[in-house]
């Protein structure tokens, strides 16, 4: 039998992060994946989803160049190129993986684990033993189940779609449905996001949202509340969903129907039970040092868990439980200032508390809403786009508990107000600082009321 003193199971940022962590400890580590290492995010999520939506960032700009008095043609998109280009980010990320575990002295082992008990999984019919092992799975698309939900694809699939769908329906209003919706929109296809839900991007600022949505309802994207799929189909070489919204039986035509309703975590088939590890709706269960409390030689990060479906916070987990495997429980995670970025064009992000939120939690507050279209630096190099900021201050302390931007560089400006949150840094403290101007970030004291 084989014995490790760490093993991670999943090949993504969390896994690799863990063993990392581990063998530069010296410790006899190994990593084990049923299938490419690399992880969602380099794979098939967060950077080849960029390219995409880099490509349509550019295609913006050519079609706004008169604004700054640039005359350009209407430009052609070759989509297929632009897959292309995509893939020439992720094709490397699996052999570049392998060659860094190897360098590392990881041993990769290639199959799919089932524990058969506390401390031991077996793998390609060989058992191995491990003094501590992290569930790194992921997540995999939650399953849809009304009839001909078979006909539905995956964001892997429209990753590698190369022919513009004519016509695409999006089930789910999540992050993923709207930075694929504003991808398509702008490349041609009439988009329709069908949501059981009444809002889209759920957790985040509702005003910020609206913003948004109805942006996103001038770009050409239809947006169905509360609406349940009852179907879909084939017909005439296309696709038909049914559903029911407004309490009226309808039908969507198609050419592509994403499947963006969330993900579960990737942890059915490891056979939990017998290690002894708990599991709710939401995945594994751990405490705040992201061990099992059932079987504390188990930890559990990135999405196998499922609090927190962010590729950052991967890397971070998989950090602590490297940490509290070594030192034996000296960190606990803390989710206070993650900051979050959809890359929707203009970006939207966020970070800390809502206004519901903090209210519901008697945080004595005081709210800062900004139309930013018109001031100068926006004007200077947005030329009349979307620019809103909401800030949360807490009264008294003048704290910043919440930050929430919609503009073409919130996914960046937002890293000040994490931060602030972070250290503890006061909406005068930032007023009082410098900053370069014109940038972007030089308009954001003027944010903080």
Known sequence: MKSYDFIAIGGGNAGLTAASYAAAAGHRTALIDRGAVGGLCSLNGCNPKKVLVRATEVLDEIRHAAKFGIEASEPRVDWSRVIDRKESFTEPVTPQTEKSLKDQGIDLIQGSPRFVSKNELEVNGERIHAGAIVIATGSTPRKLTFEGAHLTKTSNDILALRDVPRDLVIIGAGVVAMEFGHVFARIGSRVKIITPGKQVLGGEDEDIVAALVEFSKNLGIEFIFQAEIKAAREQDGRLVVEYEADGKYQTAQADFILNAAGRVPSINEMALDKAEVETDRRGVVVNDYLRSPTNPNIFAAGDAHGR?????????????????????????????????????????????????EARKRGVDIKVVNSDMQNWKVYSILEAGRMARAKMIIENGTNRIVGAHLLGGASGEEIHIFALAIRFGITADDLKQMVYAYPTFSSALPYTLG
């Open 308 to 356: 927190l479906q962010l590729s950052p916070i991967a890397s971070y987990e998989g950090r602590v439980v490297a940490r509290n495997f070594l030192e034996n429980d000296v960190e606990r995670v803390n989710y206070d200032a993650i900051p979050r970025a959809v890359y929707t064009i203009p970006q939207l992000a966020s970070v800390g508390l809502t206004e519901n």
